[in-house]
């Protein structure tokens, strides 16, 4: 075997990954990834013609790090409607942002899901953190759903609109998830909406990897990380790597096996189907680039569906319509193919068996689970020159796994100068 030797050494080309090799291109650093290709769980694929990400993910251009770290307008950003349509007992329901969505207001206040209330309640408990989201992080953190019975918000906003919504946002639809994060989501879609770049969302990964001075080493999993005198020893299939420092850009359970002192961190999975169907099958669709959720009492298993190539056209080829509908993913809650397909078609209206699907993902290691409370900068140096990163060391986001990395090639940088 090889036996190479680098200043820095990163396990994994995920967003968390890349983003600390960013922050080190003036040391030899060396990223090693054992997929084929760069992104971790930021995935696209490509099936006849359509691009479906793994896994229903969007891009939130209001996140400070994507701004700081991503040339954002080069990502050719495609947006949705900065609002959900909901399914009711009644028909479609539209609540849109008032700001961005004027012309939607009518619609909004007719939609049966504005009460004022209610509204005021949740409205007071996300102002503060519009303009001070640090000093909320110093206050006490509970459960998110304990948090809106303490506000008297337990009706038809939350339950059948922002419990639905959020359940694809946290991977959760119990309100076990931290206050804190979800005030600090909230925050994130007031000020940004959510949007997918032109050529999938694994483009955000690539630019980041198109940037760095060395080539990611792809198809290279490591098998044992060791202590090599005052450096570390990393071991793949194909060679015997040393470095001052080595930095694991993993999730939890692919580091566990690497570092047995780290604490697991339990994860949270979704199932997200693709399918194709004739874009006139959806053209008299209304509003057709907004999200949809599933509003009812009696709800179906899918916690939302999009007609994708409505917001994202460079997702579908010409005459064609792109739709995805998720799932939450997790012990007792797999659903069946047909199941997920009679929801989708029911949520955009189509007639029975018209959704051809393309490909199905499980994605069993979706996000970290952050109950209360929330810890955003927790520990990331295991040992001298051994490090951590990755979105379970911050917030489960795009944001927590750039801010991760930014903040571990600060620490590498301190101890390799």
Known sequence: MAVMDCDVLVV????????AAAGLTDRHTEVLEARPEV??????????????????????????????????????????????????????????????????LPTTLRSGFVRPVELARIARWVA?????????????????????????????????????????????????????????????????????????????PRQLADRLPRPVRCSEPVTAI???????????????????????????AD??????????????????WWYAVAAE?????????????????RRGPLVNAAVVSAAAPSYAPPGRALLQGSALLGPGQRVTDEAARRHLEELLQLAPGRAELLVRHDVDRGLPAQPPPLHVRQPQ????????CGDHRDTGSQQGALASGARVAELVRAQTA
């Open 128 to 204: 503060p953190v519009l303009v001070a989201p640090q000093r909320m992080l110093t206050s006490p953190d509970r459960a998110w759903g304990e948090a809106l019975d303490r506000l008297g918000a337990t009706g038809t906003v939350r339950h059948r609109l922002l419990v639905r919504f959020l359940a694809g946002v946290l991977l959760e639809d119990d309100g076990s998830s931290s206050a804190h994060l979800v005030r600090l989501l909230l925050r994130s879609f007031a000020l940004g909406t959510p949007s997918l770049p032109r050529e999938g969302v694994q483009a955000l």
């Open 381 to 388: 140096q295991l040992a001298p020159g051994l490090f951590v």
């Open 281 to 297: 099958e959806v053209a008299e669709l209304a509003l057709p680039d907004a999200l949809r959720v599933d509003g009812r009492e």
């Open 12 to 19: 994994g080309a995920g967003l968390a990954g890349l983003r």
């Open 39 to 104: 992104g971790g769980r930021v995935r696209t694929e490509v099936v006849d013609g359509f691009r479906c990400d793994v896994g229903f993910q969007l891009v939130n251009p209001s996140y400070p790090r994507l701004r700081a770290d991503v040339d954002l307008a080069a990502l050719g950003l495609q947006p949705f409607v900065a609002g959900v349509c909901a399914r009711t007992e009644d028909g479609d329901v539209t609540v849109a942002d008032p700001r961005r969505h004027p012309g939607l």
């Open 255 to 272: 580091a566990g096996g690497l570092l047995p002192d780290l604490p697991p961190a339990p994860m949270k999975g979704v199932t997200t």
């Open 226 to 252: 060791t202590r090599a005198g005052s450096g570390w020893r990393v071991t793949t299939e194909a060679a015997t790597w040393t470095a001052r420092a080595v930095v694991v850009a993993t999730d939890t």
